[in-house]
């Protein structure tokens, strides 16, 4: 009979509870932010999620203490804070505007633009992994566009960009991670996202029915939550035994739309998103056994 220590079991069961919590929070604010769509603006869900995200953050912060988010990093977070916005506001629009399967496809393109970013910004060296993650990258991404079979729509694009403004942000927290606590960079991302957002919402405000509230509500509890989670989950548990329970969401969010929204189940998309990932997984394994 074989044992295991606690040691080496729970690690890695709290690492893939709390991904798993990460997994629910980005499919929740992916269902809420479609059923916003239709009567608010992209800019107006942005501003309710950083608003609700905040208050969480701040209530967190008083009982832990604020020196946890005295930072000298401030232009780092502002720098992070804007292109993480890119990014929401570029997912959120895709929400809006195409197959929820789509929008969680492509987003994996983040995976393969933080690969190529890193060689730019954090010097890391160019190796047979990383060159299969990002031909993997464009494959997958050509898989599910198929231009030449079918119009690109302009939308899935814009989701693509979201994934640069994603793996901006990703590179950067990486760097401030180092020295930032991770609710100092939850609290300046919202704190600094939150009057952007409601500058740019001003102009096409529209004012929130009752049906509404609970969808905005849960925006902003998945905004808090998939950010701790993913948190947790990378700090207690390898990359690699958290990073497949991610792709997991693809497939729930694609029976999510066939059963609630009539969205076809597209096949090509799934293996597109499967190929990004494979190519993404080896890199990271390939690095982390070299590390």
Request: glycine content about 8%.
């Amino acid at each position: 009979m074989i044992w295991f220590s606690t040691k080496t079991v729970l690690p890695s069961v709290q690492g893939c509870f709390w991904m798993s919590g990460a997994v629910v929070s980005f499919i929740f604010m992916g269902i809420g932010g479609r059923e916003l769509s239709d009567t608010l603006s992209t800019f107006q869900i942005l501003t309710f999620r950083s608003l609700i995200a905040l208050s969480i953050t701040i209530l967190v912060v008083m009982n832990i203490g604020w020196h946890v988010v005295k930072t000298e990093n401030i232009s780092l977070h502002f720098f992070r804070s804007i292109f993480n916005f890119g990014g929401q506001f570029g997912w959120f629009l895709g929400i809006s505007l195409l197959p929820l399967s789509t929008v969680f496809a492509l987003e994996y393109t983040t995976l393969v633009w933080t690969a190529i970013l890193a060689l730019i910004f954090l010097n890391e060296r160019m190796h047979h992994a990383r060159i299969l993650a990002i031909i993997s990258g464009i494959a997958g991404v050509l898989l599910i566009l198929r231009p030449g079979l079918r119009i690109i729509d302009p939308a899935s694009l814009i989701v693509i960009g979201a994934g640069f403004c994603y793996a901006v942000a990703y590179i950067l927290t990486k760097t401030m991670a180092k020295t930032e606590h991770p609710l100092a960079i939850l609290f300046y991302m919202n704190l600094i996202q939150l009057p952007f957002g409601l500058l740019m919402a001003s102009f096409v405000w529209v004012e929130p029915s009752i049906e509404d509230i609970h969808w905005i509500i849960l925006i902003g509890l998945g905004g808090f939550s998939s950010h701790y989670c993913l948190t947790r989950a990378f700090k207690v548990a390898d990359t690699l035994t958290v990073i497949p329970i991610d792709f997991m969401r693809l497939p729930v969010i694609a029976i999510i739309g066939y059963l609630f929204y009539n969205e076809s189940i597209d096949v090509a998309i799934l293996f597109g998103a499967l190929v990004i990932f494979i190519g993404a997984y080896y890199n990271i394994h390939y690095e982390s056994v070299k590390k």
